[in-house]
């Protein structure tokens, strides 16, 4: 089911995204009341009228295209935990952001993206960073290369002898802890800085434009279509443990993403304080 439903055009998964953004998101863009926005989990952890029907509308949308099919959206996993167990199940699963960076959506800055992955078993096939404010679109099939709004990117390596750009789990979400192992990237030869909206950092470094990432937080929402986006533009990734990121396991934690192999291995030998 999966192997058929890849081989052919995928565009209709691409004109859901738009569709939802376009209908759900952006109407709602530097529009929003007080009452589309609420709390979850404390006064930086949003979430608006925007995240909650766009999710509704791919959820909706993605089944269709693929029956069978399960949906983990960042929303649905806050109403009911249970939902995540789905990508330890043996049904394919679209794994959904439909607002990364909520935080800035709220504020009325651009720098916000739908991420959508597909996953089976673990392995990420596909993905999608739509930035609709942006107008930019970035997808990646395994084994196929990492394109935006149709052009293929690489990653490339760093410039030799320049500081690693670096952008890090941002300090409103991380604890005690996080920030003292995140403060092992403040060492000479490294540029570091919090993150934004994760999927549009991760297209960054797929475009050469970052050359990696520092991640404290597991949620498979946040970082699936990236990783996979990172990694057929020629990037890497590996957690502390030095085996790579899953979204169907417990992971330790923090991870590292490069723009190439050497740069992830030398962002997770700095966050072992090695």
């Known amino acids: 089911m999966i192997e058929e439903f890849l081989a052919r055009d995928l565009s209709a998964v691409e004109e859901a995204i738009r569709k939802a953004a376009a209908v759900e998101i952006m109407p709602r863009f530097r529009q929003l009341a007080d009452h589309e926005v609420d709390q979850k989990n404390g006064p930086h952890d949003l979430v608006t009228v925007a995240d909650r029907k766009a999710e509704?509308?791919?959820?909706?949308?993605?089944?269709?295209?693929?029956p069978g099919s399960?949906?983990?959206?960042?929303?649905a996993v806050h109403a009911d935990p249970t939902v995540y167990g789905a990508l330890r199940a043996d049904a394919p699963v679209w794994i959904v952001d439909p607002v990364d960076g909520t935080r800035q959506f709220v504020a009325g800055d651009a720098a916000f993206c739908t991420l959508v992955a597909l996953a089976h078993r673990g392995e990420i096939l596909a993905s999608w960073t739509f930035a609709p404010a942006l107008e930019e679109l970035a997808t990646a099939v395994r084994g196929q290369g990492a394109y935006v709004n149709g052009e293929r990117i690489p990653s490339g390596s760093p410039e030799r002898g320049a500081d690693l750009r670096i952008a890090m789990a941002h300090p409103l979400y991380t604890s005690d802890e996080d920030k003292a192992v995140l403060s092992r990237l403040d060492v000479p030869g490294v540029a570091a800085r919090p993150c934004g909206s994760a999927g549009l950092e991760y297209l960054k470094v797929a475009r050469g434009e970052m050359d990696g990432l520092a991640f404290t937080w597991p949620s498979a929402w946040d970082h699936a279509a990236g990783l996979l986006l990172v990694a057929e533009a020629g990037g890497a990734q590996s957690t502390v443990a030095g085996v790579p990121f899953r979204v169907d396991r417990d992971n330790a934690l923090p991870f590292a993403v490069g723009r190439d192999e050497a740069t992830a291995l030398r962002i997770r030998s700095l966050l072992r304080g090695a």
């Open 70 to 75: 399960a949906v983990v959206g960042e929303e």
């Open 56 to 66: 509704e509308h791919l959820t909706a949308s993605l089944t269709r295209l693929l």
